[in-house]
């Protein structure tokens, strides 16, 4: 079956680095998504992985194993307003996405 | 670009009322758009992908009757909640993808936050 995997909550100090796992399984792949949502409000994109390795897109970076079936999103000099949730979502090989349930992150003082 | 437009961004009504929500992709075309719910404080929830000019497809569990999709345009889908109850209170999105298959991301309307009374 297609599968995704995140923790549910992490707790985070500002001005910290913070890193989001996801492992996923899904029929075939074409590339894995991270998406932030805010509370009330509608998911907003992030990134894009589809090659193994580590982007880099100012404070956040996303990194993929395409073998291991893994992702994980850092977000780094983390601010209150990154207070939100992340939502990993995978790509199937029909061009659906596959979504998780999401990562809480409350960032404290 | 790819800005994704959804009007009305909140409804209050009585039960039993029908309400429609627009979802518009305001600088691209979209073959294909998505609606989506989310209840409080849970994932998104893949209700039926909206499909131009012929019909939608629904996930398994939702009432094609009760949620009804026109993909009129290009550019414009709607979702028509038919005889709203209050276990139909919840946020509703929309998104669309500038590409009708490949790795564009989703683009997200503001969501509507209907609550039925």
């Known amino acids: 079956g297609q599968n995704i995997d995140q923790p549910t909550e992490m707790t985070a100090t500002e001005g910290a680095i913070v890193q989001i796992n996801c492992t996923y399984q899904?029929?075939?792949?074409?590339?894995l998504f991270w998406y932030q949502q805010h509370a009330g409000e509608a998911p907003t994109f992030l990134s894009y992985?589809?090659l193994d390795g580590l982007e880099e897109k100012g404070r956040f970076s996303s990194f993929l194993s395409r073998s291991k079936g893994y992702s994980y999103l850092l977000l780094k000099e983390l601010q209150m307003k990154d207070s939100a949730s992340y939502l990993c979502?995978?790509?199937?090989?029909?061009?659906?996405?596959?979504w998780g349930a999401g990562t809480k992150l409350i960032i404290k003082p | 670009g790819a800005v994704v437009s959804q009007h009305p961004s909140w409804v209050i009504c009585k039960s039993g009322t029908s309400v429609k929500i627009e979802c518009r992709s305001l600088?691209?075309?979209?073959?294909?758009m998505f609606w989506y719910r989310q209840f409080p404080k849970q994932s998104l929830m893949l209700m039926a992908t909206?499909?131009?000019?012929?019909?939608?497809?629904?996930e398994q569990g939702v009432e094609k009757d009760k949620f009804l999709i026109n993909h009129a345009s290009l550019t414009l889908s709607t979702l028509t909640v038919t005889s709203a109850h209050p276990e139909d209170s919840s946020f509703y999105i929309c998104?669309?993808?500038?590409?009708?298959?490949?790795?564009?991301?989703?683009?997200f309307g503001d969501g509507t936050r209907l609550s039925i009374l």
């Open positions: 899904t029929s075939g792949f074409n590339g």
């Open positions: 979502a995978s790509l199937d090989s029909n061009y659906q996405l596959i």
């Open positions: 998104s669309a993808r500038v590409e009708e298959k490949g790795n564009q991301p989703q683009h």
């Open positions: 600088d691209f075309q979209a073959t294909t």
């Open positions: 909206s499909n131009e000019g012929s019909k939608a497809t629904y």
């Open positions: 992985n589809v």
